[in-house]
Structures are given as C-alpha cells and as structure tokens.
C-alpha cells in the first residue's frame, strides 16, 4: 500500500511564492524511486489537470504551458519527498492541489490523471489578488 499526503498549502498574495511538499510511504517492496511523480489541482468549479510531473529518478520534468518558468518540481528519493515551487502566483492558480504517484515506465512521466494509482487528500492554495 501506497499512501501520499501533501503539505505546504495557505494564502498568499498574487505574485508571491509558496512551496508544496508531499511524502511518500509504502509498505515493503513499495519503493519511493518506483514511481513517477505528479502534481495536479482542480480549481473550483472545473475539472482537475495535470500542472507538473517528474519522473522517478528526477531527471525528467513535464509543466502545463500556463505553469512553465514560474513552477518547479522537484524530488528527493532518500527522503522519498516531493516538492512543487510555485513562484509568481496568479489568482487563477487558486485551487486544491494533489499529489500523485503512478508506477515509473522507466523513461519519463505523465500529466494524465487516469495514469496514477495513487493520490493524496489534496493541499488548498488560495492566490489573493
């Protein structure tokens, strides 16, 4: 079993920065560097997207075009932790937003949700304008 939960969420006025966290932990055989990673979120009202993913060994990253150059994915695979740097927030980054964990295919990562096994409760993040 597999579980994720995410961190790190609040208020923050548009144009400031916020940094989410997620820790992974699996039962035994369940390793952290075994799965790709990703952050989506679903504002009110719409449906969830994928904002960014990362793959198991960090090596490669994937951004929606309305989040690259402003957010960064990161991971750190001996504290199985997942990071989200969110810098220039935009009111309409306002959102709940969920970590994911989907089984690594070895090359690189997804923002499709469908392709995650695993999801945390989701963290909210309210961007002020």
């Known amino acids: 079993q597999v579980q994720v939960v995410e961190s790190g969420g609040g208020l923050v006025q548009a144009g400031g920065s916020l940094t989410l966290s997620c820790i992974f932990s699996g039962s035994f055989g369940l390793n952290f560097d075994d799965y790709a990673m990703g952050w989506f979120r679903q504002p009110p009202g719409k449906e969830r997207e994928g904002v960014s993913c990362i793959s198991w060994s960090g090596e490669r990253t994937d951004y929606a075009d309305s989040v690259k150059g402003r957010f960064t994915i990161s991971r750190d695979n001996a504290k199985n932790t997942l990071d989200l740097h969110m810098n220039s927030g935009k009111s309409e980054n306002t959102a709940t937003y969920y970590c994911?964990?989907?089984?690594?295919?070895?090359?690189?990562?997804?923002?499709?949700?469908?392709?995650?096994?695993?999801w945390g409760q989701g963290t909210q993040v309210t961007i002020s304008s």
């Open positions: 994911a964990a989907a089984p690594s295919n070895g090359v690189g990562c997804s923002r499709i949700a469908g392709e995650y096994d695993y």
